[in-house]
């Protein structure tokens, strides 16, 4: 049953689920890339933007912070778009891993394809599948397209960058793997960096509700009015991020709440409800599957509050 809310409803869902999960203390920040570690842990931010394009923001909204993982979400649109659905399905597959977001043990069971472009190895592969004569024009693509999504030019944080490059040497043989069993289509290394580079680009919770927004119209940024994405990809995009959008807690999310969602290590939890809205959130400390706890318990509440789950009744 499609249950009907008002904007006072939906700023006023937010606004108690802020009040309610500012005092927790639950979860750390990312200690394996040190400069999230550094992030103030107090950081809690809640947005909100409709097909319409009315904006709404709780908190610390215009905080920047690394994108992360969820860029992976919006850079398929791009690979999507440059290859089609199903030429991507044959280079990169559509399934859970049930293993870490950076595991090399999925590789191997399924003979080095990766089976999902959400997890560090398919997201990387699908870096390597944006065109270009060089790293820089792959770069302006790439940069380019998370723009369009956000309605505004962003920057890499450069101290994330840094310390994530320092630190990507995982990475870096998931790429070799990846190379090895020939699904990977770009310079390795190359690759590492491009993908480094997307994961550390700074967004806040306002754009990164924006950038929702444009999969829950169809593809198209309702701010800016331009097409992100074509409108045949969106389905399959967010089939994608109900799989395996938060991790190996992607289960947990869609029992408790429906729909399709992103999450990244910066802090970052971006949810859709096609047709309507995007919820996003952000605080930096993170449960052991690398979710945001507040973030997750937020939008779990805004999300029951106002019956958006599509599978109540």
Excluded at 4 to 25: G, I, K, P, V, Y
Excluded at 212 to 241: F, H
Aim: proline letters at 6%; glycine letters at 10%; charged letters at 20%.
């Amino acid at each position: 049953m499609k249950t009907t809310h008002s904007n006072n409803d939906l700023l006023a869902a937010m606004q108690e689920a802020h009040a309610e999960f500012a005092s927790c203390r639950d979860g750390k920040n990312a200690s394996y890339i040190p400069a999230l570690a550094e992030a103030p842990p107090e950081n809690f931010g809640i947005a909100a933007v409709t097909v319409e394009g009315e904006e709404f923001a709780v908190g610390d909204a215009e905080t920047p912070f690394a994108i992360e993982s969820i860029s992976k979400a919006f850079n398929l649109a791009l690979a999507m778009d440059v290859h089609g659905p199903r030429e991507l399905r044959a280079k990169i597959g559509a399934e859970a891993t049930g293993e870490p977001f950076n595991s090399v043990i999925a590789l191997e069971l399924h003979h080095g394809k990766p089976l999902t472009p959400l997890v560090n190895a398919g997201a990387m592969a699908a870096v390597s599948l944006i065109p270009g004569e060089h790293g820089d024009e792959v770069w302006e693509r790439i940069a380019g397209r998370l723009e369009l999504f956000a309605g505004a030019p962003l920057s890499v944080n450069e101290e994330v960058y840094r310390s994530e490059a320092e630190t990507n040497h995982h990475n870096k043989g998931i790429a070799w793997l990846l190379k090895s069993y020939g699904y990977l289509y770009n310079d390795p290394d190359t690759t590492v960096d491009l993908y480094t580079r997307m994961c550390s680009l700074n967004v806040t919770t306002k754009q990164l509700a924006l950038m929702g927004a444009s999969y829950a119209r169809g593809g198209v940024n309702p701010v800016t009015g331009k097409r992100t994405v074509q409108k045949k990809c969106v389905p399959e995009i967010l089939a994608d991020m109900v799989m395996e959008g938060l991790y190996t807690e992607a289960g947990d999310w869609l029992y408790a709440n429906g729909l399709p969602a992103k999450s990244g290590v910066g802090g970052g939890i971006v949810c859709v409800v096609p047709g309507r809205l995007a919820l996003a959130a952000y605080s930096p400390p993170l449960d052991s599957a690398g979710n945001s706890v507040r973030a997750m318990r937020a939008l779990t509440r805004i999300i029951r509050k106002l019956g958006l789950n599509p599978f109540a009744c």
